[in-house]
């Protein structure tokens, strides 16, 4: 049965404290509060910098048996090699912790950068490199470089599952058939990325799951959601989950404090929906 995962990109934001966060929640304890009342989120601070396996396992720890995290993977990958000469790189990002999720890994996410147009034998290169599941992750892993030390290490399967991959681009050259057509015979999800007009929408399913990012719908970053708005994507996300289609759909918004607000929203909607 096709599941809906709804959430933030990141949770720890000090904007949020005293609004979202009640006053004088623990720092320590804000994912665990965000669990309670979401069904995923997407870890933001992967993207910045290679994590600790001991971090992946405590935000293992605080969240429900049947929660969902995703992972941005690492901008040094997608933003300063832009793609080229990663396989070391790629076994770094996994050796560094993701594994220690288990089977509360969800998607993982490829940003690239608006600058960066379609070069097809890189991205296929790229593509081709991807784990599809926690034993390649391992696997790859397994040839990390020295960069990471001991305490810093996990390349060890703790689950035999697949692993999904999304990619979001941000330069018009992906949003044309050649670029879909190369995603979709990878089994990549293209993202569907709302980012108040900014860069290329993309509704092209080339995978059998949906990954949304809403970046804010009319001020990138910093505006909320209208209850028209979040009607129509409740209603999206309903056809897609009817078609047998998982669907992740992350707020990141965050600039203001909105998203964490709008993903509770549209959760409601969805389970209102549902009866629930």
Not at 200 to 219: C, I, K, N, W
């Amino acid at each position: 049965m096709s599941r809906a995962f709804v959430g933030v990109s990141g949770w720890r934001y000090p904007r949020w404290r005293g609004d979202f966060y009640p006053k004088g929640l623990r720092q320590r304890d804000e994912l665990a509060y965000a669990a309670e009342r979401m069904s995923s989120v997407e870890v933001n601070g992967s993207f910045y910098s290679l994590q600790r396996p001991s971090s992946y396992a405590a935000w293992r720890d605080a969240t429900p048996d049947d929660f969902v995290l995703a992972v941005k993977g690492g901008r040094f990958i997608t933003h300063l090699k832009q793609l080229k000469d990663v396989e070391t790189p790629l076994a770094n990002f996994f050796a560094s912790g993701v594994l220690a999720l288990g089977a509360k890994l969800g998607p993982v996410l490829w940003q690239l950068p608006a600058r960066m147009p379609l070069s097809p034998d890189r991205l296929e290169r790229f593509l081709e490199l991807l784990p599809r599941s926690h034993d390649e992750a391992a696997r790859l892993a397994a040839r990390h470089d020295d960069k990471l030390a001991e305490d810093r290490v996990l390349t060890e399967a703790l689950v035999d599952r697949p692993i999904r991959h999304a990619l979001e681009p941000r330069h018009e050259s992906f949003d044309s058939p050649e670029a879909r057509a190369l995603v979709a015979e990878h089994d990549i999800c293209t993202v569907v990325a709302d980012s108040a007009g900014r860069w290329p929408q993309m509704h092209d399913a080339t995978s059998d799951f949906r990954y949304v990012r809403l970046h804010g719908e009319t001020e990138l970053y910093a505006s909320g959601y209208t209850d028209a708005s979040l009607d129509r994507w409740a209603g999206q996300v309903r056809r897609w989950l009817a078609d047998g289609h998982d669907t992740h759909v992350y707020f990141d918004n965050d600039a203001k404090g909105h998203a964490p607000h709008d993903a509770v929203a549209l959760l409601d909607r969805l389970r209102d929906a549902d009866g629930g």
